[in-house]
């Protein structure tokens, strides 16, 4: 067999491939039983949709001698026939792992997952941690007490407003229970920051990143655990493009039409990228290097917004080519 298709699932699969004698494979097989049966089928490669344990899967089967093949599930979605199930979901992944121009996501590494993990772990503690000042911050209002915006002031201020504001017994009793839970989520989110640091410092390509203005521990890690060092992408535009720091396209009739940016994106990578921007815009005026120009003359012309982006653009084709050349970053 040429190829077989995995609809992956938590306990029940679904596989569908064709035998080299013309027979359609198209069975549901257990979770106990899925490497077996791929190694009785012996596919040369196993096509799956870039889903949840779908890079556990690859690399399972990669070690038993397979090709891996995965789909981002919007590119398999126009091969599907009819109404939707396990079966008809395997065979669209069949049909479009078999298109010559079909994009493949590529497998990751373990240490590239154990790296995603702990920026997903990072960011969801920050969401909590902002979704708890502004909780606070709105209860403390309906007393008559309003902070001023921003984490850095709250957690200086929060503590003096609550012992010196007129609350009853009770309130100062919530609110220093909402502080203290405040200050357990802030250490959570320092300790992984301190990790990240530590991989930073230890990884080569890591430390070659941070040379970029604007590229720090959190964006050096975060580039590396998207895209490791670069190969699969042809050019520092191809990987802009696939972080969505390029504009939308709509051209016909062979008129060009470009917008904003665009929704398909890898959006943490971008968001990240982006606030390194604007940590490089606030001191380009203190360079005098053809980059901090470049910015300088683009903010003047295109206004803030669009100047982080096209900085962000501008940083993620330069880690692009310091991953891919093994450089460091050169002033100019």
């Given amino acids: 067999m040429h190829m077989l298709a995995i609809d992956l699932g938590k306990q029940s699969f679904h596989i569908y491939g ?50 891996v093949r995965l789909i981002h599930p919007r590119f398999v979605k126009p091969f599907v026939k009819g109404s939707k199930n396990d079966a008809v979901d395997a065979e669209a992944i069949f049909e479009a792992a078999t298109r010559p121009t079909m994009r493949f996501v590529p497998l990751k590494s373990v240490e590239q997952q154990d790296l995603q993990a702990l920026h997903r772990t990072r960011d969801r503690l920050v969401v909590q941690r902002t979704a708890l000042i502004n909780h606070t911050r709105g209860l403390l209002a309906e007393y008559g007490i309003v902070m001023p915006a921003g984490a850095s002031r709250f957690r200086l201020q929060i503590d003096k407003m609550i012992e010196t504001a007129e609350l009853s017994d009770l309130a100062k009793l919530l609110f220093r229970q909402l502080v203290e839970e405040y200050r357990d989520l802030d250490a959570r989110v320092s300790a992984l920051d301190d990790m990240l640091v530590k991989i930073c410092r230890t990884d080569e390509r890591c430390k070659r990143l941070t040379t970029l203005p604007g590229v720090g521990p959190i964006v050096a890690t975060s580039l ?51 606030h390194g921007a604007r940590s490089a815009l606030l001191r380009i005026s203190k360079h005098e290097d053809r980059r901090s120009k470049w910015a300088q003359d683009l903010l003047s012309r295109a206004g803030h917004n669009k100047t982080l982006v096209a900085m962000a653009n501008k940083t993620a084709r330069m880690a692009w080519a310091i991953l891919r050349s093994g450089e460091s970053y050169k002033i100019a």
């Avoid at 035998?19 to 899925?34: F, I, P, T, Y």
């Avoid at 012996?42 to 001698?65: D, I, K, N, Y």
């Avoid at 990987?239 to 940016?261: D, E, F, H, N």
Wanted: charged share 25%; net charge positive; proline share 3%.
């Fill in 18 to 67: 064709i035998s080299d004698d013309g027979e359609v494979v198209s069975r549901k097989v257990g979770r106990a039983k899925l490497v077996d049966a791929v190694s009785r089928l012996r596919p040369q490669l196993v096509a799956m949709e870039a889903c949840a344990s779908s890079h556990h899967w690859g690399r399972t089967f990669e070690a038993l001698g397979h090709d």
């Fill in 224 to 274: 590396v655990a998207a895209i490791d060092d670069g190969r699969h992408f042809k050019s520092g535009r191809a990987l802009s493009a696939w972080i969505g720091l390029v504009p939308r396209q709509y051209t016909t009739g062979g008129k060009p039409r470009l917008g904003g940016i665009g929704s398909r994106a890898n959006h943490y990578l971008r968001r990240q990228l982006i």
